[in-house]
C-alpha cells in the first residue's frame, strides 16, 4: 500500500504519482539499474535538495536578527508574538523543507526496495553488512561512522546519518563560511522552521487524513526533513545531533502550546493534525524520544488530537 498519491488538480494530471512509486515498481527499478544506478539516483536528488538548503540559508540571514531573539525568548508568549509578526518567509520555509521531506521519502522507498532486492540476491552478504551498521554506536569516531554507513546504504539499508546528504551538505559553496556561522546558520533555519509550525493550521490541506497515514499537503514528509538535514548539517560541523534536535523539540512544542491557546484563532482549525506532526518529528528520529516529547508536551494533547482526527473521518454527513 506504500506509494506516493497523486494530488487531485483542475488541470489534467499527465502524470500520475501512483504509477511509478508502489513497492513494485519501484523493486523493479532496483532490479534495472542495482545498487549503482541507485546511488546515481541518490546523488541526482541530493542535487535538488542542497538547492533548497542555500534558499533556506538565505532565508536565515535575512531574518537572522529576529530568529535569534525568538531563540532567546521563547518562553515569552507576548513577546514571540510581537517577533512572529516581524518574521517574514516562513510559510516559504515550510513549503521549502517539504520539498526535501518529499525527495528524502521518495529516496527511502526506492532504497527500502533495493533491500528487497538484494535481500533475495544475496541473503548471506546483507546479514553481515546489517550487523555491522547494527553494531555501530554514537561514540563510534565519525569517519568510521560514516564509512560503515556509507556500505550499508549502498545495499538500502537505513542508517541513523545519511552519508549521501553528509556529503552533499559538505561539498555545498560556503562562500569562505566558518564553520562556526554555518553552525549557527543551520541551529537557526531550526528555529525558523520550530516557530513557524502554527502557520500550517491555516493551510485547509494540512488535514490529516487517515486513509493515507499523513497530511494532504505532505507535510508530514517535514519530519524526514527536519531529522536526515539536521543530523546530516551537524555531523558535517561536529556538533551534537541530539542536543540539537531536542532544542528544535522544546521551541517547536512551546510555540505549539501557544497555538493552542487561540481559541478564538482561525489557526485552531487544523490544530490537532499539527500536533500530530510533532509527534511524527520524534517517531521517525533515532535522536529523539517519546519521553523527551512529553517532558515538554502534554501527552493527553496528543492523545485527543488523534481521536479528533480519527473522529473526523467517522463522523456521519448531513
Known amino acids: 500500500m506504500q506509494c506516493f498519491v497523486s494530488q487531485n488538480a483542475d488541470n ?9 512509486s508502489d513497492v513494485s515498481e519501484l ?13 546515481f539516483l541518490g546523488e541526482n536528488l ?3 535538495i542542497t538547492s533548497q538548503v542555500s534558499e533556506l540559508k538565505k532565508m536565515v540571514i535575512e531574518n537572522m536578527d529576529i530568529l535569534v531573539q525568538m531563540k532567546n525568548n521563547f518562553d515569552k508568549p507576548e513577546e514571540m508574538i510581537t517577533l512572529k509578526k516581524r518574521l517574514t518567509g516562513g510559510e516559504n520555509a515550510l513549503k521549502r523543507m517539504t520539498i526535501i521531506g518529499v525527495i528524502l521519502s521518495f ?23 546489517e550487523c555491522l551498521r547494527d553494531f555501530i554506536s554514537l561514540e563510534t569516531d565519525i569517519k568510521v561512522t560514516l564509512s560503515v554507513f556509507e556500505l550499508a546504504s549502498a545495499a538500502g539499508l537505513k542508517c541513523d546519518i545519511d552519508p549521501a546528504l553528509v ?3 559538505s561539498n555545498m559553496q560556503t ?11 543551520s541551529r537557526l533555519l531550526l528555529v525558523y522552521v520550530a516557530v513557524s509550525l502554527p502557520t500550517l493550521a491555516l493551510d485547509p490541506n494540512s488535514l490529516y487524513s487517515q486513509e493515507h497515514g499523513g497530511h494532504n499537503n505532505n507535510i508530514h514528509c517535514l519530519a524526514a526533513a527536519i531529522n536526515q538535514l539536521t543530523a546530516a548539517m551537524f555531523t558535517v560541523q561536529n556538533k551534537n545531533i541530539e542536543q540539537q534536535l531536542k532544542e528544535f523539540l522544546l521551541l ?63 463522523m456521519p454527513t448531513a
Not at 27 to 38: D, K, R, S, V, W
Not at 175 to 185: A, G, I, M, Q
Not at 282 to 294: A, I, R, T, W, Y
Request: hydrophobic fraction near 45%; glycine fraction near 2%; charge should be negative.
Open 27 to 39: 523493486q523493479a527499478l532496483a532490479e534495472l539499474i542495482g545498487p549503482y544506478g541507485m546511488k
Open 175 to 185: 562562500d569562505n563560511t566558518s564553520v562556526e556561522e554555518e553552525f549557527k546558520l
Open 46 to 48: 541530493m542535487w535538488h
Open 252 to 314: 517547536a512544542s512551546s510555540t505549539l502550546l501557544q497555538l493552542g491557546q487561540n481559541v478564538e484563532r482561525v489557526e485552531v482549525k487544523n490544530r490537532e493534525s499539527i500536533y500530530l506532526l510533532l509527534h511524527m518529528i520524534v517517531e521517525d528520529s533515532p535522536f529523539l524520544s517519546q519521553d523527551m516529547l512529553e517532558s515538554c508536551f502534554p501527552y493527553v494533547l496528543l492523545r485527543n488530537a488523534y481521536r479528533e482526527v480519527h473522529k473526523a473521518v467517522f
Open 12 to 20: 489534467d494530471l499527465s502524470f500520475r504519482a501512483e504509477e511509478f
Open 107 to 129: 529516496r527511502s522507498m526506492a532504497m527500502n526496495c533495493l533491500k528487497d532486492v538484494l535481500r533475495k540476491h544475496c541473503p548471506y552478504l546483507m546479514a553481515p553488512i
Open 167 to 169: 556529503a552533499a551538505i
